[in-house]
């Protein structure tokens, strides 16, 4: 014991120098009645639901894109675009659903069954689409009327209501579209409370309030600002002095000094993803299509025993209580305990120093064995990876931290320009969104390149029982297989701190993590 708290007090020591505040720019204020500035972690990827594939593009489009369906404060599946849940028949192979007949997009054109029906081909057919293996199952998207489409599956398909709750059921104007085509993201055009305004990359994205929306006698606000603040206490900072309105993901340690400060409400949401190390031990060209695994050249892709080994060297309670001063959620997998769908009786391995030191030298590789990561460029990762590294560096592992910028470090992945990166998934409802496009083999989310049979076997089916019993049981196995491949080692399932200050009213905050902003109001 006193070995691990002289550890932990060594690593502390060694990543103070990154909650330091000095040199750091504040964000200016909006300071308009009814504008209400939020500090987002990130700068979204392209603000098209087509490609997109980032937790903090989904922050933005909760509030501009709306969905056929949407999550209820229970993570229940509820109709938004849509009128009401789907009629199934055909045994589970036909879905007819009912749109709503008030709805515009917010260029002025009307929202009916045709644009419901180009959106989702578009999402099904476009070769860089990553909705595509979502949308998977549907064979044909039949317009019936004006205002009701059909959905026609291979076969039963449990996950795809969640999905249609998500990305893959926001729907697009098709006007825009003609208009714009692949260049859709630089004037995104949707249905919801708010419209697109401007975006000013790695600063700010304005969204002003719809003249077009159904429900705008309900929308108080005239505008958000989505202010990009990447360093974790310069949000807090932003937000304690009142330079922005809200803010999301605050850090563990910032969450300590502000939970005394009396002018923010503070609310803590456990979230449904993971953040893990994926380490790339198949994708050599990247994972467009067709994707084509190969034998990637580095010690942990060729050496399955060293990543045993990585992962021996891990011990993920001090990892949460160095990095994270206690806060977030240990465990090796990648559901949520909050999720109904969590294994309890998944056992995640304790650290294992000796065994970790025995499999290096096994390899019969010299000592230290590099391994490059990829990780955010903010300061909580890498305080995070300075605590991988000083563990992996026990066992053998000369770990080398390369911060990079989000959307950069996700296309370095998507090329398969990667060794390790430690990166996260903001998680589903469903347990098929949080692993089929991950780590099935053609997944478009597969930056590892896993390439299991069993594994896309096994996900195959969990799409078409519709048993929950017989669901888990398959999930169960895939994610037993995934920590024996270890091509991703999970760690650990935050806590989602959103902040906002006293006078702000109305936030929204499901299990989803997604603050949503359609009827907030920010008062003088």
Not at 34 to 42: D, I, P, S, Y
Not at 294 to 310: I, N, S, Y
Not at 369 to 385: F, H, K, T
Request: net charge positive.
């Amino acid at each position: 014991m006193k070995q691990l708290t002289a550890f932990i007090a060594g690593l502390l020591l060694a990543v103070a120098g990154t909650l330091s505040l000095a040199g750091c720019a504040i964000a200016p204020a909006s300071g308009k009645p009814g504008v209400l500035t939020m500090a987002l972690a990130e700068d979204p990827d392209a603000l098209d639901p087509t490609t997109s594939s980032t937790y903090v593009s989904r922050i933005v489009f909760i509030d501009m894109c709306e969905k056929l369906y949407d999550i209820g404060p229970k993570l229940n599946v509820v109709p938004q675009l849509a009128s009401a849940l789907p009629k199934v028949t055909d045994g589970g192979k036909t879905l007819t659903i009912p749109l709503r007949r008030d709805a515009r997009f917010n260029d002025g054109t009307p929202f009916n069954a045709q644009a419901v029906k180009i959106t989702l081909d578009r999402y099904r057919k476009l070769p860089t689409s990553s909705r595509a293996a979502e949308l998977s199952s549907v064979k044909s998207v039949e317009v019936v009327n004006p205002y009701t489409v059909r959905l026609h599956l291979y076969a039963p398909s449990a996950p795809l209501l969640s999905l249609l709750a998500d990305r893959a059921g926001m729907i697009l104007s098709p006007t825009q579209l003609h208009k714009l085509g692949s260049k859709f993201a630089t004037d995104p055009v949707c249905v919801g409370p708010f419209m697109y305004g401007n975006r000013v990359a790695g600063d700010h994205i304005t969204l002003n309030k719809s003249p077009y929306y159904y429900n705008r006698a309900k929308v108080r606000l005239s505008q958000i600002i989505f202010k990009i603040i990447t360093d974790g206490p310069v949000r807090a900072e932003n937000l304690e002095s009142g330079d922005v309105d809200a803010a999301e993901r605050l850090q563990p340690f910032d969450v300590v000094s502000i939970k005394g400060n009396p002018s923010i409400h503070l609310l803590n949401t456990p979230s449904i993803g993971y953040q893990a190390i994926t380490v790339n031990t198949g994708n050599v060209a990247g994972t467009e299509k067709p994707f084509k695994p190969g034998k990637v050249k580095t010690p942990l892709a060729q050496h399955p025993a060293l990543r045993e080994a990585f992962q021996d060297a891990l011990d993920l309670n001090v990892i949460n209580k160095v990095a994270f001063y206690g806060q977030f959620i240990p465990d090796c997998g990648p559901t949520s305990p909050v999720s109904p769908w969590f294994n309890r009786s998944l056992q995640c391995p304790a650290r294992n120093l000796a065994q970790a030191r025995k499999l290096v030298r096994q390899s019969g590789l010299k000592t230290p064995i590099p391994v490059n990561m990829i990780i955010e460029a903010s300061s909580e990762s890498e305080r995070l990876g300075e605590v991988i590294q000083a563990m992996e560096a026990q066992a053998g592992f000369a770990v080398k931290l390369d911060p990079t910028e989000l959307t950069t470090g996700l296309d370095r992945a998507d090329k398969g320009q990667f060794d390790t990166f430690q990166v996260g998934w903001s998680g589903r409802t469903d347990p098929d969104g949080n692993l089929y496009n991950e780590q099935e083999s053609k997944g478009p989310l597969n930056y590892g390149g896993e390439d299991n049979p069993t594994v896309d076997h096994l996900l195959k089916q969990a799409r078409i029982v519709t048993n929950p019993a017989r669901r888990r049981q398959l999930y169960d196995r895939v994610i037993t297989i995934l920590n024996k491949d270890r091509d991703i080692i999970y760690l650990y399932h935050e806590r989602l701190f959103t902040g906002w200050r006293s006078n702000v009213h109305g936030i929204r905050m499901y299990g989803d993590g997604l603050p949503r902003l359609a009827f907030a109001s920010v008062s003088g």
